[in-house]
Each structure stands twice: as C-alpha cells, then as structure tokens.
C-alpha cells in the first residue's frame, strides 16, 4: 500500500462515518431549518470538514438523501436475495421498504418533498421501486405464480402508493402508519395477483 493511498482510506472512512450521521440527523430532524454553523455545531466537526462533502448546503442535503436511499436500496436488496420465490420477494421488498423508511420522521419526509433537488431523488427511488414491483410482476406472470395482468400498469399503481406513503398522504387520510400501509400495500398486491385467487384475465403489454 502506498502512503497515499494509505492516507485516502482514513479521510473516505471519515467522509462516510459523517454521511451516516448527517444522514440520522436529517431523518430524525429534517435539514430544512439548519445552517451549516448548526450541522457543525451538532455534529461537533468543522465547516470547513462539511465542505469536503459538499459546496454548499443545498448540496450536502442533496447527497445525503442521496446516501440514504443508496444504502437503504442496498439493504433491501440483500434481503431480497435472500428469500425464496418470487411471492416472497414481493413482500420482502415491501417489508424492507417499510423498514427503510420508518426511522424517517414527519420533518425529513416534508422537508425532502419541499425541496426541488431532494424531491427529484426521492421520487426517482419511487420510480424505481416500481420497475422493481414491475419485473417481479413479470417474473411471476411467466412462472405460473401470478395470474395475467399489465404489468406496467401494477407496476405504476404500486408506484404512486409508494410515493404517497413516502409524502405522508396515505397516513393522513387513512390513519395508516407508514409500515401498516406498506404491509397494507403487500397483502392487496399478493392477494390480488396469486393465481389462485380468481379467474384469469389476460391483459396485453401495452
């Protein structure tokens, strides 16, 4: 190993210990109504160490919501791979998304909805939630598993859920925590789409 390279590892093991904390902060507090001055005062470090993630504040909000939907994809993910068919994958995935999202307060979720960059990123891991939900559909539908359906259609239902989970819409107007509508979500898709459940209907891709 060389000595730079030997220097590097530390300053990225830093670098990353301090996306994980910003990254709890943002979710129990939200990270409208802090200053740099603030973020560096609470996480005991230096402005000048915060700019080393980020230029600006705007920035750094942008790339630790980024952080936490790469390692919450990850971890959800992980256990996907880990279950069994494609039944169980369906509702591993939502499960683990519930899991993902719970320590996210009220604050985080207004917060990252009212900003045009963080609203961008969050609303792309919804889309690909729904490509997810889509090929899982389509795996199932080969298999036998799932009776005839449009996938892309379930697909984009199941991504507008998700993304009224995620804005709080869904629990305002149903009383439904977060991980009680994404369980909710799970039960109405594999009920709904089990083969065993009705008659099959054939319907075109479109």
Known sequence: MT???GRRRPVNARRAELLDRLRDLFLAEGFAHFTLDDLAARLHCSKSTLYTLAGSKEQLAVRVVAHYFKIA??????RV??????REKVRVYLEAAAEALRPA???FIDDMAANLSTRATYEAN????????RGFIRAGVRQ??????HAG??????????VGIQRGEIG???GLSDAAAFAALSQFLLGGLTAEAGVEHTVEEM
């Open 73 to 78: 994809t990850e971890r959800i993910e992980q």
């Open 126 to 133: 919804a889309h690909a939630a729904a490509d997810r939900i």
């Open 144 to 149: 036998g598993v799932f009776r005839e359906v």
């Open 153 to 162: 259609f379930v697909g984009e239902m199941v991504g507008r859920t998700i």
């Open 81 to 86: 791979a880990a279950s069994g068919d494609v």
């Open 105 to 107: 307060s009220r604050e």
């Open 3 to 5: 000595t730079s390279q």
């Open 172 to 174: 305002a107007r149903t």
